[in-house]
């Protein structure tokens, strides 16, 4: 047994799919957030104080954090003029959370030195939608700048209070402890049977096996068909395409009716499984695409593409390394089924031609029309019955 060459090579099969394997672990071992948008919108209209002119507060802040945030820093604020404004780009997931100053925010930081203070608030809006590890982080980052506000307020109150001879009512002595209170909203929540805010990031893994055992089984049984001619040949492509709507459509609906028997909330049934459909289907005509060029053999790439590609899908592009971000996951097909299911999942939309849904298609097309155009593969001799080896 031992002078067989693949008993000796196995060590080194298995340390070499070890380490392949091994490397999916990379993009999650130490996620580095860096320019996570988050929209600051002040909206304070100041107030005028005897003998010391007019006060802004919410503008202090705003030049405060200007001043602090650095190039490499791990948010990145923009400045936006109305909440408004701020709920819009949340909805449309281009911010990860908000921070809003409201009106009266200097009015009633002004009333802190007076007998009857009362405390300015700051509006906290967290994206929970947009991905579970990134909201929380935004939560930490947002909860923890309030603090810190807090802080600085406390002690320039003091040192007011210390200029007036140290007297303070019990009512300025409770406002002391919180200077500043904050609200929190999360908006896009994710519920409490979403598997965490992961719901669209779990679906993919059952779909994508589907797509790819579905592209195996129906290219199969083509290679093994005779074909005189390219018109039989067209036929037949065109016949496991049909037949791969087929399989989507199963796939798509049945895992969506799967995951709602198990509790997962589906908010938009038919919405959300012809959308998990049109994606089976797409992923189905790429594998089916490729197989029609490389054969069977070409499996492990799909494999690897799951394996590596998966661990991605649950981080934010702002958590990634360059590399992952611009070279693997930008590049990744599934990224868009992903987006599209948290739209549909969170934010309340319904299917529609939006940016993942048209990128899903265009995947779809173009892949179809390399499946046809492998036709034109040496196999046939005019005027003669070959067999043509789709194996090849």
Not at 145 to 172: H, P, S, Y
Request: hydrophobic fraction near 50%.
């Amino acid at each position: 047994m031992f002078k067989n060459k693949l008993v000796i090579l196995s060590p080194v099969i298995v340390l070499i799919v070890v380490l392949i394997f091994g490397l999916t672990l990379v993009p999650s071992v130490k996620p580095t957030p860096k320019n996570v948008p988050i929209a600051f919108v002040n909206e304070d209209q100041g107030v005028e104080i005897p003998n010391q002119g007019h006060l802004n507060m919410g503008q202090t802040i705003t030049e405060m954090i200007q001043a602090k945030t650095e190039k490499e820093s791990p948010i990145k604020f923009i400045f936006i003029k109305s909440n408004d404004e701020a709920r819009k780009g949340l909805n449309n997931r281009e911010y990860y959370g908000a921070i809003v100053i409201p009106k009266d925010f200097s009015q009633k930081q002004a009333s802190l030195m007076s007998p009857s203070p009362t405390s300015p608030e700051i509006k906290l809006l967290v994206n929970q939608g947009m991905n579970t590890i990134a909201s929380t982080m935004v939560s930490n980052v947002l909860n923890g700048m309030v603090d810190n506000i807090n802080n600085n307020v406390r002690a320039q109150l003091l040192a007011g209070f210390e200029k007036q001879g140290g007297t303070v009512t019990t009512k300025q002595a409770a406002a002391l402890v919180s200077p500043i209170t904050k609200k929190v909203t999360n908006v896009n929540e994710v519920g409490t049977a979403s598997m965490n805010g992961n719901a669209p990031v779990s679906l993919f893994q059952p779909l994508w096996m589907a797509s790819i055992a579905g592209a195996a089984i129906l290219f199969l049984m083509v290679s093994k068909l005779p074909f005189a001619n390219r018109k039989e040949k067209l036929a037949a492509l065109v016949a496991q395409i049909l037949m791969g709507a087929v399989i989507a459509l199963v796939a798509g609906f049945g895992l969506t009716w799967m995951a709602e028997t198990i509790g997962v909330d589906i908010p938009q049934f038919g919405d959300i499984a012809l959308f998990l459909s049109l994606t089976c289907f797409s992923f189905f005509l790429m594998i089916s695409a490729v197989l029609s060029w490389t054969g069977i053999k070409g499996i492990p790439i799909f494999v690897l593409i799951l394996f590596f590609g998966a661990p991605l899908l649950a981080m934010a592009p702002e958590f990634m390394s360059s590399f992952y971000r611009d070279w693997i996951h930008s590049w990744l097909p599934m990224r868009f089924m992903v987006d599209g299911l948290r739209e549909l999942f969170f934010f309340g939309k319904g299917i529609s031609w939006n940016h993942p849904t048209s990128v899903i298609g265009w995947i779809g097309l173009v892949s179809m029309v390399v499946i046809f155009a492998s036709i034109a593969k040496p196999g046939i001799k005019k005027g003669t019955e070959t067999q043509i080896d789709l194996n090849s």
